[in-house]
């Protein structure tokens, strides 16, 4: 049985919306500030920090500030979740695709038969 993990819907709600993912691949190079990050999305400055307000709340980023500066950073180890929710799935459905070939490979033998 899979079990839950309260973040996984917040990882998967951020991970949903294509300005964050593109927002997440920009990080996976480096740390950013949050004017670099918004620039190359052409949306506004509110825009982009709600964005990064999603992407933070699933733990997928980290934030700090140094004066006027606020800077992020990429947060790997919460995909963690995901990865081992996607494990789980690959094993069920592994599992049953099995059981399923062997059902079929069962009838094609009794009907040759």
């Known amino acids: 049985?899979?079990?839950h993990h309260p973040e996984l819907s917040l990882?998967?709600?951020?991970l949903a919306d294509p300005t964050r993912r593109s927002i997440l691949?920009?990080?996976a190079e480096r740390p950013a500030r949050v004017t670099d990050l918004s620039?190359?999305?052409g949306l506004r400055l509110p825009t982009v920090?709600?964005?990064l307000s999603v992407l933070e709340e699933a733990?997928?980023?980290a934030t700090s500030k140094d004066g006027r500066?606020?800077?992020c950073a990429i947060m790997p180890e919460a995909l963690e979740p995901v990865r081992t929710w996607l494990d789980e799935q690959r094993a069920i459905w592994e599992g049953r695709l099995g059981r399923l070939d062997a059902f079929a490979m069962r009838a094609m033998?009794?009907?040759?038969?």
């Open 1 to 3: 049985m899979t079990k």
């Open 11 to 14: 990882i998967f709600h951020a």
């Open 25 to 27: 691949t920009r990080l």
């Open 39 to 41: 620039e190359p999305t």
């Open 49 to 51: 920090m709600r964005h």
């Open 59 to 61: 733990g997928l980023i």
């Open 69 to 71: 500066v606020r800077t």
């Open 109 to 113: 033998k009794e009907r040759t038969e």
